[in-house]
């Protein structure tokens, strides 16, 4: 990512250490949560490894990324969407096993990660008196940054399962439901001048309903609605696009460089 000076800002301003928000990033971020949802499903069903057993082994993977991530002084695409990959696995599993092991209702969970990500936000606002992701340029304000995160997947894995689910919409009917959530988002955005930091948050909120219904389509047998391809399939094609998109990233933030 360039980073560029303004009149505003001075020489030794500190960078920031997330990603400006452009196509790229989203693009990263759908293939991401979808590659979460069945990546989860893989090791969990397919490897047999079970919820306990893959929650735990994913969780240390993702503190192992959030080191990395949290020794850089500035955004690198590497560390960066590593850590975004394994939050969406481990934000999904946090509501699987909520749901499958410990038998909370989907829309009790889907109401508590809300308030959850709600009280994060407040902490984050009180804190800081910003939710800005232009200027995270702290390790308080990076901390609060990952949570969200982390709970804006929780609490979209439960609404996704909620309305596919519990409600029945199937795959096709609930991406088709949060693209279009999207979709009104971006319009008031650009035409309604929609807050600029609400947008973005709820935009990555629903992305992950969204990612959950395709990779589910994709990878679930044709009698459950989907296409077959399994979960192994499906991920390392997903994963195959994120890798290739960050290394485009990164070649490119090193010839600005």
């Known amino acids: 990512m360039a980073f560029t000076l303004t009149p505003e800002m001075p020489l030794n301003a500190p960078a920031n250490r997330v990603p400006e928000v452009t196509p790229a990033f989203?693009?990263?971020?759908?293939?991401?949560?979808?590659?979460?949802?069945?990546?989860?499903?893989?090791?969990?069903?397919?490897?047999?490894?079970?919820?306990?057993?893959?929650?735990?082994?994913?969780?240390?993977?993702?503190?192992?990324?959030?080191?990395?991530?949290?020794?850089?002084?500035?955004?690198?695409p590497a560390p960066y969407w590593a850590a975004v990959v394994m939050i969406s696995v481990v934000g999904t599993l946090i509501t699987d096993n909520m749901t499958d092991a410990m038998g909370v209702p989907l829309i009790a969970s889907t109401i508590g990660f809300a308030l959850v990500l709600a009280g994060t936000f407040a902490l984050w606002f009180a804190s800081e008196r910003t939710l800005s992701i232009h200027e995270v340029f702290t390790t308080r304000r990076e901390?609060?940054?990952?949570?969200?995160?982390?709970?804006?997947?929780?609490?979209?894995?439960?609404?996704?399962?909620?309305?596919?689910?519990r409600f029945g919409a199937g795959f096709m009917a609930t991406g088709a439901l949060?693209?279009?959530?999207?979709?009104?988002?971006t319009f008031g955005y650009y035409v309604l001048k929609l807050d600029a930091i609400w947008a973005f948050w709820l935009c990555y909120i629903f992305t992950r309903p969204l990612g959950a219904s395709v990779g589910d389509f994709l990878s679930q047998p044709p009698e459950f609605g989907g296409l077959g391809l399994g979960t192994l399939v499906t991920s390392a094609a997903f994963l195959a696009i994120i890798a290739a998109t960050v290394a485009t990233m990164t070649l490119q933030a090193r010839n600005r460089t």
Do not use: P
Not at 179 to 185: E, H, Y
């Open 26 to 76: 989203w693009l990263i971020k759908l293939t991401a949560v979808t590659m979460g949802e069945t990546a989860a499903d893989f090791l969990a069903i397919n490897l047999g490894l079970g919820l306990g057993a893959t929650t735990i082994l994913m969780t240390v993977v993702l503190l192992a990324m959030l080191v990395w991530q949290f020794g850089q002084r500035a955004y690198r």
């Open 143 to 165: 901390l609060f940054y990952w949570a969200a995160i982390l709970f804006t997947f929780a609490l979209g894995t439960a609404a996704g399962d909620l309305v596919a689910e």
């Open 178 to 185: 949060f693209g279009a959530i999207i979709a009104s988002l």
